[in-house]
Every structure is written in structure tokens, then in C-alpha cells.
């Protein structure tokens, strides 16, 4: 059905409405913020300077004149990312998964005692 032309927009819409319901879903179930980035030129924005770099589908390395240079999808990420957190205001709930994933949790800052560490 995709391939009917008057259909396909249609059909693909809805797929990115149901992928983003489930997302938002799986968010909340598991405590995560989720947030919906305008996709518009995350590809060809350089993250490092905001230039525009065109690009092909099969130009699979970002190149600026800036000096940025990395593979296009992660140039893409930090521009998602970038704008997600921007969306939400402030970096804490980053921060703070970042932290989570690091194990820093159960790190020791000075000066404090174990079992406190354990309790908290
Ligand atoms: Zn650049």
C-alpha cells in the first residue's frame, strides 16, 4: 500500500504518529523525557558551526569548512540532540541520565562516609 502514490504520504504519516505514540508510551513508562525535534536539515546543519553542508544520500561523511569532520549520522545525533535539549530548557534531566549510565550513582565524594553513600 505504500507504493500507491496516493496513499504512501498517508501511510507514512500514521507510521510516524504510532512510532511516536509508542516512544512517548515507553518514555513515561520507564521515566524518560521524551521530546519531538523538528527533523528539517539535522543532516546538512554542521553541529559544530550551524553551517548548511549539502550533501547526497550516499555522502556518508559530514565535511566543514569550520574543520568538523565526522560520519553524517552522528553529525545528525548531536544536531537532534542538540535541539531536543534546547526544546526542553535546560540540561538536567541529561545530565542526570548521563550520570545514571556512568555508574556515578555509586560513586564516593570526598569526605563521605560509606554507609551513607549505600543509604542514599
Ligand atoms: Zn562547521
Avoid at 53 to 75: A, I, P, Y
Wanted: hydrophobic share 40%; net charge positive.
Amino acid at each position: 500500500m505504500a507504493k500507491n502514490h496516493c496513499l504512501a504520504k498517508s501511510i507514512n504519516d500514521a507510521s510516524w504518529y504510532q512510532f511516536r505514540i509508542w516512544f512517548e508510551y515507553f518514555g513515561k513508562v520507564f521515566g524518560k523525557v521524551t521530546v519531538a525535534v523538528n527533523p528539517q536539515y539535522t543532516s546538512q546543519e554542521c553541529s559544530s558551526c550551524g553551517a548548511i553542508v549539502k550533501k547526497t544520500l550516499s555522502t556518508r561523511t559530514q565535511v566543514c569548512q569550520c574543520g568538523c569532520l565526522m560520519d553524517r549520522d552522528f553529525n545528525a545525533a548531536r544536531n537532534i540532540l542538540s535541539r531536543g535539549l534546547a526544546t526542553v530548557g535546560h540540561t538536567g534531566s541529561f545530565a542526570l541520565d548521563a550520570s545514571n549510565a556512568l555508574g556515578d550513582e555509586s560513586s564516593t565524594f570526598a569526605g563521605e562516609i560509606l554507609h551513607q553513600q549505600v543509604m542514599s
